[in-house]
């Protein structure tokens, strides 16, 4: 992935180091990055980076003017100047605000520091709400890790305009590259949590007065601020589950009625409390919440519990557990920046345990039902298309997080998916489903090339949590219908095998497409005549 750092001050240094592990464009100086943006003849547009990260130093921005109402100015004037070279197919890092100089030691208005900060925080956040393609880089995070004293360098700056000490330049170069990474990586979806000596400490039901640690001292309060890192996470998207062997009886007195609990039995997505084997539990909950094992993180203080889990379910990630309950928080943070942590958080992510549940009472509806034909007329299924580019966030989540329904698990980044929505030979289709229990979201996406003689679906994934129930027919029936109308006759399909997308396997072929070429490693063309193919029998509303 090509990057490049802009800035108002000297980072060469900082280029140096990047370029090592990254192709990074060599900047033409540091001032003029805005200049550098707003000239498509400048060689960073050659260069044609897909991230762009501007780290900003206020003061120097601020022309070391520390009256508000023209710190305002300046600050407006460089943010609009920011929006009208944006680029549709860039994501961009702005850094947040931190204002360092001296001048500000001998300022009498102790709040003017926090009030210019938050001039330049302000108007970040708006423009970060209006551009799908706009991240905040936290520089100020950097800054109070290490200390304000140790992050600048007085000496290298009169040298050279290098404002940053070795070590927070260090520092800035390990989040860049983090940052990059969270663009790429697939996160993991679940928490599978222990409880006795994990969430609080002791044994439930052991002893008949204070049963367990957890207070707001001493020592439970560690488990009950490492609570409230996870619930946290659970607010961000992470599902959470219980594998823990207890008497369910205990377990439930303390999750409901417990007055230090912060985690309530709402706040799980899947629950196994009995004295089962753990692995085979793990298991369970993979397949009650339809994902792969390679979307678990198993934490659990029993050290021959996790090297079980390990050996059996070797796709399980199973972190080390901190030796001193102190150490609970800053782990579980830990666990969240290495296995959860993404880059932009969608509306989606924030009522995932909420779907979850809603597809723990399908399942109870279908083992009731006479038939699953009568199950799917009771679910009263429905579908719309969503505007993708409203969506990329989703988007970019569907196509690289999907992979037991993904015909050809092809992987794109946001700035590609960007290029795809401008590009007139391609049409992606992307779908919102709901049913009587609630709204499962964004879960389908079609992406066909109609720049080939003939259309080719390149794209075809739908999420895990609403395989089984026919919606694939009635998505693809309405891209076929969509093509026809607009003039096309035929569409063909592929399937590339991957090592989880069997259940797929055959799915063009259900569907009356007729096999047209042989793929290397197994992979098959299929082709269809639009006005020809079969009635699909499918329960699903198009709204």
Not at 150 to 169: D, N, P, T, V
Not at 255 to 280: Q, T
Not at 379 to 388: D, F, H, K, Q, S
């Amino acid at each position: 992935m090509k990057i490049a750092l802009l800035s108002n001050v000297n980072m060469n240094f900082v280029i140096r180091e990047l370029q090592e592990t990254l192709s990074v464009y060599e900047a033409e100086g540091y001032g003029n990055e805005l200049g550098i943006l707003m000239n498509p003849a400048s060689s960073y547009h050659a260069f044609g980076p897909e991230i762009t990260f501007l780290v900003e130093d206020l003061m120097e921005l601020l022309e070391h003017e520390l009256e508000p109402e023209s710190a305002k100015d300046k600050v407006e004037g460089w943010f609009a100047n920011l929006e009208g070279c944006i680029k549709a197919d860039v994501i961009y890092y702005v850094s947040d605000a931190y204002l360092w100089g001296t001048e500000l030691e001998v300022v009498h208005d102790s709040g003017r520091k926090e009030a210019l900060e938050r001039i330049w925080q302000e108007r970040l956040e708006h423009c970060v709400s209006s551009h799908a393609n706009m991240r905040i880089f936290p520089y100020r995070h950097l800054i109070e890790e290490i200390g304000e004293n140790q992050a600048f360098s007085s000496k290298m700056w009169y040298m050279g305009r290098i404002l940053l000490s070795g070590e927070a330049q260090k520092s800035l170069c390990d989040c860049i590259r983090q940052r990059v990474e969270l663009e790429m990586r697939v996160p993991k979806k679940v928490l599978l949590l222990d409880l006795d000596n994990t969430l609080w400490g002791g044994l439930a039901g052991e002893a008949d007065h204070t049963p367990i640690k957890l207070s707001e001292e001493h020592g439970g309060l560690a488990y009950k601020n490492l609570q409230r890192v996870i619930l946290q996470m659970q607010r961000q998207g992470v599902l959470l589950g219980i594998v823990s062997k207890n008497n369910e009886e205990d377990v439930w007195e303390i999750l409901s009625d417990h007055p230090h609990m912060v985690l309530r039995p709402e706040h799980f997505a899947a629950k196994r409390i009995n004295w089962d084997a753990k692995h085979e539990n793990i298991a369970k909950i993979a397949k009650e919440l339809n994902l792969g094992l390679d979307s678990f993180v198993f934490f659990d203080d029993n050290p021959a519990e996790r090297a079980l889990v390990k050996e059996l379910l070797p796709q399980v990630e199973v972190p080390v557990f901190p030796e001193k309950p102190e150490e609970l928080a800053t782990a579980m943070a830990e666990i969240y920046r290495l296995f959860f942590e993404k880059a932009v958080l969608t509306d989606e992510d924030m009522v995932k345990t909420k779907q979850y549940a809603a597809n723990v009472e399908r399942a109870k509806l279908q083992n009731a039902s006479g038939s699953f034909e009568t199950y799917l007329e009771q679910l009263r299924i429905t579908m719309r298309r969503v505007e993708p580019s409203s969506q990329v966030e989703r988007l970019t989540q569907l196509v690289n997080k999907t992979n037991q329904f993904n015909l050809t698990t092809r992987r794109y980044t946001q700035t590609q998916l960007q290029q795809m929505l401008l590009d007139e030979s391609r049409r992606i289709y992307l779908y919102q489903v709901e049913d009587r229990f609630g709204d499962n979201g964004v879960v389908a996406v079609i992406i066909v090339n109609l720049g080939e003689s003939v259309p080719m679906v390149e794209e075809f994934a739908m999420s895990c949590r609403v395989m089984g129930k026919n919606i694939e027919y009635a998505i693809l029936d309405d891209v076929e219908q969509d093509l026809l109308a607009a003039g096309f006759d035929r569409l063909r399909g592929s399937y590339l095998p991957t090592a989880k997308n069997k259940p797929v396997e055959g799915l063009y072929r259900q569907l009356g497409y007729r096999r047209i070429e042989e793929l290397p490693e197994g992979g098959v063309v299929y082709e269809i005549e639009i006005a020809q193919a079969p009635k699909r029998v499918y329960y699903v509303e198009k709204e």
